[in-house]
C-alpha cells in the first residue's frame, strides 16, 4: 500500500472515504443514512473522533476525521464500518418495503464470498484510503 494511504499521526485531520461494494446505491434511503449518522455520533462521544467535515452519498461517504490522544483513526474506521454494515444490513432485512433486498443481499453475499471473512455478507469495500490533510 502506497504510503499516501497510512494514517501518518491520528491527531492530524485525515480525509477518507468509505464505499458500498459494487458502487451499490445502498445509501439512498435516509433510514439507512441515519444508521451511518448515529454510529458517528456514537463515536465523537465515546471512542474519541473529531468529525471535521462529512458527506454521505448513495454509496459512499466522505469524512475528513482526527481522533483525540489515546485513540487510533485505524480502530474507529474499523469499528464504524463493521458496526455500520451489519446494521444497514440488518435494516435492508427486516424493512418490508425494500424493493431492492433481494438484488443488495445477493450483492452484498457474493463480496463476502470472496474473501476469508465468516460474515455472510460484506457491506464496505475494505479500504478506506486515509489522506493525511498536511499541505496544501
Aim: charge should be neutral; charged fraction near 20%; proline fraction near 3%.
Amino acid at each position: 500500500m502506497s504510503s499516501k494511504y497510512k494514517i501518518v499521526d491520528d491527531q492530524i485531520p485525515h480525509f477518507v472515504t468509505s464505499t458500498v461494494v459494487g458502487w451499490v446505491d445502498a445509501l439512498s434511503r435516509e433510514m439507512y443514512k441515519e444508521i451511518i449518522c448515529k454510529s458517528l455520533r456514537y463515536c465523537i462521544d465515546n471512542k474519541g473522533l473529531l468529525l471535521h467535515a462529512w458527506v454521505i452519498m448513495p454509496n459512499h461517504f466522505y469524512l475528513i476525521v482526527s481522533c483525540q490522544s489515546g485513540n487510533t483513526l485505524q480502530g474507529i474506521m474499523r469499528d464504524l464500518k463493521k458496526y455500520t454494515s451489519r446494521q444497514i444490513v440488518k435494516a435492508i432485512t427486516e424493512h418490508d418495503h425494500e424493493t431492492r433486498r433481494e438484488w443488495m443481499l445477493n450483492m452484498f453475499r457474493y463480496a463476502a464470498s470472496a474473501n476469508t471473512s465468516t460474515e455472510e455478507y460484506q457491506f464496505w469495500q475494505h479500504d478506506y484510503h486515509p489522506i493525511a490533510l498536511i499541505d496544501p
